[in-house]
């Protein structure tokens, strides 16, 4: 059995274990988030690109020795495309080559390999048919590293690359999109740059969190891309989720509930239209909109279509008016199976885009809508990825659509997309606490056990001390014969009327631990708390003991319970001795009476 001295040992024991297993589930904790690597923030190219923005760029860097290119992301493609030099032809201007982002030449990289599924490896591009765009790719495979020399970006060998030549897509592309590529029913599938990412360990997941930017807020904001996270210091959050469209090729579908234009002049304008399906994607600047929807947005912008051309030009008189409106687009979004919406909110500036050759011979303001020709054409595309951050999961197969927060002093907050792997557990295995929970379940069995066994020492010292106190039995015949012993003819001393109390003292032999002194008129037993209960001068006390509030509380409540209980113990005692003093006392008065003849005169005891 644990001795009452050794208890504050075993209790220290047992809090100190508490917290090294605490401290193990935390370092194991710690090890598993250390397994995985941290998100991939791709930085941009500091260059505003595009024949229809101008659009923040990335640095993409193919073949070895490297070519660099500049590219922009497509949320929608699952390859990397680059503009090969049959893209420039002589009659295009002499600026085609950079307009383009740059040229990549196969037959300048080491590690080029050509795809022979077909001839010269070219097949036909997938991405952005349904909105009408088309053209031709050659296929083959090389070293791929994004981002500029330097940058930390990993490059990995034999990736899939495409080259077009088309004018549909002006500038080449990273796709984010981490599906695989089949070429043909007879060959393998080929893995995209963002899957082989994952199983090189570069990235956590199969994730990202992508805005476009723009050039007119804070003078210019940059696009931000991360791989395998998102940084949340650009989103204001919200607990909308999207699920993925079944559809490989539009998965990022939103359900527009509202469109909502307000200006300073014509006030708040709800569009009349019923829902509509709409895909986020970034490979294309425009929204393609219902046709009864573009047609309000004609009356409310004062927008003329062009259909040669198939956009909405703005002239410098209309751009002026629309400047002063300042007018505000709000898409209110929603899912399939939630009440729950979210407002992406995009200003006038956001809509007031440049066109540049080849769409148009000279350099036009434009309105970047059109019409859409049904619902399996509608795109939110990169305009309004200006004003929102998308965050994609592909392994649990749902996006979320944010708000951008604008904060110029903002500093990055990037948030790792853990893996599924990292979060499924077989059904078979109990669940295990939180890290937070585990510690405050041992600081709060720390705390009882310290407040408990504090309790019990009190209780059991206090204990002691009064039995200390209260052990002699004090009955009327023991009493008397102390006291006729004290007050004999022949004591030692004599009672005086008025006399100091430690003067008169004299000790009782049955009550060796308490005192008592006698007055003229009566005997009265008492205590003195400094010479009988205080304890030795390195003997832990109560308030050694305890320290917090909660025990404090309790020590004062044990204090007082004890208090009373000593006080009632004191009371007893003295009504038994003033019994037995007054029996003494009477008893001398009666020998004073009849006392023998010739006894010394000086050997009475005077009493008044």
Excluded at 282 to 307: G, H, K, M, N
Aim: charged share 15%.
């Amino acid at each position: 059995m644990i001795s009452w001295r050794a208890w504050p040992v075993f209790v220290l024991a047992q809090v100190l274990g508490l917290l090294q297993s605490s401290e193990a589930a935390t370092s194991t904790s710690s090890k598993v988030l250390q397994a995985t690597p941290a998100p991939l923030v791709v930085p941009p190219s500091q260059v505003w690109d595009g024949n229809d923005g101008p659009w923040s760029s990335f640095f993409l860097r193919v073949g070895s020795p490297p070519q660099t290119v500049r590219v922009l992301l497509s949320t929608a493609s699952n390859q990397p495309l680059v503009v090969l030099p049959q893209g420039c032809c002589s009659d295009d201007p002499s600026d085609c080559a950079n307009g383009r982002g740059g040229l990549f030449q196969s037959n300048s990289s080491s590690t080029w390999t050509q795809n022979n599924v077909t001839a010269g490896g070219v097949f036909s591009l997938a991405i952005e048919s349904n909105a009408g765009l088309s053209g031709d790719a050659s296929y083959g495979s090389d070293t791929v590293a994004l981002g500029y020399v330097g940058s930390g970006a990993p490059a990995l060998d034999g990736q899939n690359v495409g080259g077009i030549t088309t004018k549909d897509f002006f500038m080449g592309v990273f796709g984010v999109n981490p599906a695989a590529t089949n070429f043909s029913a007879s060959s393998n599938p080929v893995q995209s740059y963002m899957a082989n990412l994952k199983t090189q360990k570069q990235i956590p997941s199969l994730s990202y969190g992508y805005t476009a930017g723009n050039k007119y807020r804070f003078n210019t904001v940059l696009a931000s891309l991360t791989l395998g996270g998102y940084d949340a210091s650009l989103i204001v959050p919200n607990d909308l989720t999207f699920q993925f469209s079944n559809d490989s090729s539009s998965e990022l579908t939103v359900n527009v509930n509202a469109i909502t234009i307000s200006s300073q002049e014509g006030g708040v304008r709800g569009l009349n239209s019923a829902a509509f399906p709409a895909v986020i994607d970034s490979t294309v600047p425009y929204l393609y909109l219902p046709i009864e929807v573009c047609r309000q947005f004609e009356d409310a912008f004062s927008l003329t279509y062009d259909y040669d051309s198939g956009l909405y030009f703005v002239d410098d008189t209309l751009h002026t008016n629309l400047v002063q409106q300042a007018a505000n687009v709000t898409f209110t979004l929603k899912n399939s199976t939630s009440a729950m919406d979210v407002d992406i909110v995009l200003p006038y500036a956001a809509f007031d885009l440049v066109a540049n050759w080849p769409l148009v011979q000279n350099t036009t303001r434009y309105f970047p809508l059109k019409r859409a020709a049904n619902n399996s054409q509608t795109i939110l595309g990169r305009a309004f990825l200006q004003e929102a951050y998308l965050i994609a999961d592909y392994e649990r197969s749902h996006f979320s659509i944010h708000q951008m927060k604008w904060d110029p002093n903002a500093k990055g907050d990037i948030q790792t997309i853990i893996p599924l792997s990292a979060t499924a557990a077989p059904s078979s295995r109990r669940r295990k606490l939180p890290t937070a929970v585990i510690v405050a379940i041992c600081v709060g069995g720390a705390l009882f056990l310290t407040v408990f066994v504090s309790c019990v020492i009190i209780i059991h010292e206090r204990h002691q001390k009064l039995n200390a106190i209260s052990s002699p039995t004090l009955n009327s015949k023991s009493s008397a014969q102390s006291l006729e012993g004290a007050m004999s003819p022949h004591s030692a001393f004599t009672f005086k009327s008025e006399l100091d109390a430690r003067e008169t003292q004299q000790m009782s032999p049955e009550l060796s631990a308490a005192p008592f002194r006698s007055t003229t008129i009566r005997v009265r037993a008492f205590h003195e708390p400094e010479e009988i209960h205080e304890l030795p001068a390195r003997e832990p006390v109560g308030s050694e003991v305890v320290g917090s509030p909660v025990e404090v509380m309790l020590q004062q409540t044990i204090d007082s319970i004890l208090e009373q209980h000593y006080s009632e113990r004191m009371q007893e005692s003295q009504n038994r001795v003033k019994g037995g003093g007054r029996d003494l006392l009477a008893g001398q008065k009666a020998r004073k009476v009849h006392g023998q003849a010739g006894a010394p005169a000086d050997s009475w005891i005077r009493y008044g």
